[in-house]
């Protein structure tokens, strides 16, 4: 007996899709499904961000913020933090930093020598994104360790202070901070959850007129006196006075209900803090981002100068690029006509 045609050929008679799946296309539905799920929890994490606390940036701006795009991670922390979640978490829930405070007129003394001799500034190179918004308000900083191994520089020039920092691992990063009078640093989150800022004050104005305020709860620096703080929080400082004020400024890992979650958290800090360093003297390691941010800020410049030196060749050459850009997206389209 002659054998029937192959099951795939009648179906292409039949008129019918050569696939053996029932629902052709299921699977492209299921992954737009997918993505519209993970959309609307993207979505969800950002609206627990941005109602979390008293204070609130504008939504808009919360959307795009670089703390919106760690909402999701940042949820998770919240959900399985040790401390509660507060602006303020009580001190004494970190014991383990009770050797900074009990030390902290020999950790001012290296801060002083190094504010004397101008190696607490800002970055040279335009290499520091976390803070470049900071220095235009004449925020200073000079790195001791960031996420790993201690900067060569601070090891060389303050042996005291990295020798406290090296004995408490739950120390990821550490820098001494200055805050010129006049000052005032804008409303906003920190990204990242996965920590919690220490700070320690070492020379201050001692007085209200320099403070930190933290959703809504102000803190005023003192000599001698800490405090932890949710830095995703929204947050803004100032120092009205006629005094600078130099504090000592850590990150310090967020305590968390499950092992695995901390260690996942630990190792992420460690990527992320490791892309994001930068350098306190030439030859210091740089990190990923920070050179990408080096780049783009140079070629900022070379675009702005060449705004200046011709004015209508750069409106031409945006229109030009504008134009170049659209018909690209659209060639798909046209060259079927």
């Known amino acids: 007996m002659h054998p029937g045609p192959p099951r795939r050929a009648f179906r292409r008679r039949a008129g019918r899709p050569a696939s053996d799946h029932p629902f052709p296309g299921a699977s492209t539905v299921s992954f737009r499904l997918v993505l519209l799920i993970l959309a609307l929890l993207y979505l969800a994490s950002i609206l627990i961000v941005h109602f979390r606390g008293r204070e609130r940036l504008k939504f808009r701006r919360q959307v795009f913020d670089h703390s919106g795009f760690f909402a999701p991670y940042n949820v998770l922390m919240y959900a399985f933090s040790k401390v509660p979640n507060t ?38 190179r335009n290499n520091d994104a976390s803070f470049a918004s900071f220095f235009k308000a004449g925020w200073k900083r000079f790195y001791l360790t960031w996420y790993g191994e201690p900067l060569a520089s601070a090891a060389a020039l303050c042996p005291r202070t990295v020798a406290l920092l090296d ?9 001494f901070a200055l805050l010129p009078p006049g000052s005032k640093l804008n409303p906003h989150r920190d990204p990242f959850a996965g920590s919690l800022r220490y ?21 005023s620096w003192r000599d001698g006196e800490d405090v932890v703080f949710d830095e995703t929080y929204v947050h ?6 006629d005094q600078t004020r130099v504090i000592l400024f850590c990150d310090v890992e967020r305590p968390l209900r499950l092992a695995p979650l901390a260690a996942f958290n630990r190792w992420l800090g460690g990527v992320l803090g490791r892309a994001t360093a930068t350098d306190n003297v030439g030859g210091e390691h740089v ?9 783009a800020d140079r070629m900022g410049e070379r675009r702005k100068r060449f705004k200046r030196a011709a004015p209508r060749t750069y409106q031409a050459t945006r229109i030009v690029l504008g134009v170049a850009l659209v018909a690209w997206l659209l060639y798909p389209w046209i060259g079927r006509g």
């Open 287 to 295: 990190g990923v981002v920070n050179r990408l941010y080096a780049l």
């Open 167 to 175: 004995g408490i691992p739950e120390v990821k990063a550490a820098m």
């Open 87 to 124: 602006p303020f978490p009580e001190r004494a829930r970190f014991a383990n930093l009770d050797s900074l405070r009990e030390n902290w007129q020999g950790i001012r003394d290296e801060a002083l020598r190094l504010f004397d001799e101008g190696f607490i500034k800002a970055a040279e």
């Open 199 to 219: 700070h320690l004050g070492l020379a201050t104005p001692n007085s209200d007129a320099c403070r930190i305020i933290v959703d809504g709860e102000p803190y």
């Open 236 to 241: 803004w400082a100032e120092n009205t006075s």
